[in-house]
């Protein structure tokens, strides 16, 4: 059981340039979110979806876009890539059976850094 | 609002004492909190999380969160730390149905 995997681990990206985060989770999970990471600031919420083809805006959206095509996979995309969007991303899915007290799962993050 | 919040951005604590690391929580109704750690260069391992009624919570790797209603806290606690203890922890209290709110988190070191 994998889990929840993303890729790729690292990416250094140019001002302007645009690239995809994969996420993909094998535990049939309904939710699932995208997190960023900064140092100190603990997690802010970028995007999450409850299901397939819904999707909704969390605490700092701008500069992200997110499909839910399928259960299994959720991919962040930067269009412009700018230097406040250095940071760890994290995706994460939560089931929705046995009440909302279900713990998040996480993927191990990609490491992204804008020059 | 409702929030979450960890007083603490460190905590130092010697091998073989007891650790605690702090949160408090501000949230309407029945409160669903969380504990995660993160390891380095990994993303966030649950611990435990409260049950409506149990005022000690036991979770993995030995650590246990006490709750406290009146202090509306949900501090996370160890009786022997280890220096393997050391990590990031993020308490986290859901806040509706679909979205989960994080602490800050605080960095704990166990000092062989």
């Known amino acids: 059981n994998a889990g929840v995997t993303q890729t790729p681990k690292f990416r250094i990206l140019k001002i302007g340039q645009s690239m995809t985060l994969q996420c993909t989770q094998d535990m049939n999970h309904n939710y699932m979110y995208w997190y960023r990471q900064d140092p100190g600031m603990g997690l802010k919420l970028i995007y999450y979806?409850?299901?397939?083809?819904?999707?909704d805006k969390g605490e700092v959206p701008n500069g992200y876009n997110v499909s839910r095509s399928t259960t299994e996979d959720f991919p962040l995309r930067l269009e412009l890539a700018a230097p406040s969007q250095t940071s760890v991303y994290f995706c994460?899915?939560?089931?929705?059976?046995?009440?909302?007290?279900?713990?998040?799962?996480f993927g191990d993050g990609t490491r992204l850094s804008i020059l | 609002a409702q929030s979450v919040a960890q007083p603490e951005d460190q905590v130092n604590v010697a091998e073989g004492n007891p650790l605690t690391v702090k949160c408090t929580y501000s949230?309407?109704?029945?409160?669903?909190l969380f504990w995660y750690v993160q390891y380095p260069n990994r993303g966030l391992q649950f611990l435990l999380k409260?049950?409506?009624?149990?005022?000690l919570v036991k979770g993995s790797y030995g650590f246990e969160a006490e709750f406290n209603k009146s202090q509306t806290s949900f501090h996370l606690k160890k009786p022997s730390a280890l220096v393997s203890d050391s990590a990031l922890y993020f308490c986290a209290v859901r806040v509706r149905d679909d979205k989960i709110i994080f602490g800050k988190g605080t960095r704990l070191h166990i000092l062989p």
């Open positions: 409260y049950i409506t009624g149990d005022n």
């Open positions: 994460a899915s939560r089931e929705t059976g046995g009440g909302h007290n279900q713990p998040q799962h």
């Open positions: 949230v309407s109704g029945n409160p669903y």
């Open positions: 979806s409850v299901g397939a083809g819904i999707t």
